[in-house]
C-alpha cells in the first residue's frame, strides 16, 4: 500500500523566512493533496497538484510534484506566525474513478519564531 | 465559503455504549468520506459512501460501524460497542465528484474528538 511520508518532522524558523516541506510516496497517484491541521482541530484544504503537473502556486504557497520520484515539495514564502500548524501531504491511487480514499503522510510539525 | 460541518464537537461515552457522529458536507458534493486520527497518529481513512452505498472501507471499519445518509443532508456516523482504543479525532469529508473529473478535492469537517472511558 502506499505510505506518505514527509519530513522534516519538525521545522522551526524565524518569522519571514520560506519553509519547505517535502512528501515523498510510493505508488502511483492521480492527485496529491497538501493540508494544514492547527493543534487539535480540522484539516484546511491548501491546495491539490495533478500527476500531470509540475508546480502549481496558490498566494504564498508552491507545490512542486515529480513523479519519477514520487516526492511533492511545499514551499511557504514569507512565512507568518499563523502559518505555525502541522501540513500533511495526501495522495490518492491510481488508477481511481474520481474519488478515493486518501493515504496521509505523517506530517511536518511547522513552528514560526515571531 | 460552503464547509463541512460536524457535532458534536467533542463527545465522551462510556466503553460499549453506542455513538452518533454527525455531519453535514457540503450541499452539492456526491462523495463522502470518514476518517480518523488517533492523538499524535496519521489521519487514517475509515469509509467512503457515494450514492446511498459504501464505496470502500478500511479494516478499521469493523462490523461495530455503520454509517448512514439518512436525509438529504447528514451523514452519520455510527460506532456500537465502543471500545478504548476507539478514541480518536474522526473527520467528516465530502468532495464534489464532478463527472469524468479525477481531480477532486476533499474538504473536511473540524472534527469530532471521541473519548471513550
Known amino acids: 500500500s502506499q505510505q506518505g511520508e514527509e519530513d522534516p518532522q519538525a521545522l522551526s524558523i524565524q518569522e519571514g523566512e520560506n519553509a519547505t516541506m517535502n512528501c515523498s510516496y510510493k505508488?502511483?497517484?492521480?492527485?496529491l493533496q497538501w493540508y494544514r491541521q492547527n493543534s487539535g482541530r480540522g484539516l484546511v484544504h491548501l491546495i491539490l497538484?495533478?500527476?500531470?503537473?509540475r508546480e502549481k502556486h496558490s498566494g504564498r504557497l508552491r507545490v512542486t510534484l515529480d513523479t519519477s520520484k514520487k516526492s511533492s515539495s511545499l514551499l511557504i514564502t514569507a512565512s507568518r506566525a499563523a502559518d505555525t500548524a502541522s501540513y500533511f501531504c495526501a495522495t490518492d491511487s491510481y488508477p481511481n474513478f474520481g474519488n478515493e480514499k486518501l493515504t496521509f503522510g505523517t506530517g511536518t510539525r511547522l513552528t514560526i519564531i515571531p | 465559503e460552503p464547509e463541512v460541518t460536524q457535532t458534536p464537537s467533542h463527545q465522551v461515552t462510556q466503553m460499549g455504549q453506542e455513538v452518533i457522529l454527525r455531519c453535514v458536507p457540503i450541499?452539492?458534493?456526491?462523495?463522502f468520506y470518514w476518517y480518523r486520527q488517533i492523538l499524535g497518529q496519521k489521519v487514517e481513512f475509515l469509509v467512503s459512501f457515494y450514492n446511498n452505498e459504501i464505496s470502500e472501507k478500511s479494516e478499521i471499519f469493523d462490523d461495530r460501524f455503520s454509517v448512514e445518509r439518512p436525509d438529504g443532508s447528514n451523514f452519520t456516523l455510527k460506532i456500537r460497542s465502543t471500545k478504548l482504543e476507539d478514541s480518536a479525532m474522526y473527520f467528516c469529508?465530502?468532495?464534489?465528484?464532478?463527472?469524468?473529473?479525477?481531480?477532486?478535492?476533499?474538504?473536511f469537517g473540524p472534527g469530532t474528538r471521541l473519548t471513550v472511558l
Open positions: 497538484i495533478r500527476s500531470n503537473e
Open positions: 469529508a465530502s468532495s464534489e465528484g464532478t463527472s469524468g473529473s479525477f481531480h477532486n478535492e476533499q474538504f
Open positions: 450541499s452539492n458534493h456526491l462523495y
Open positions: 505508488t502511483s497517484i492521480n492527485n
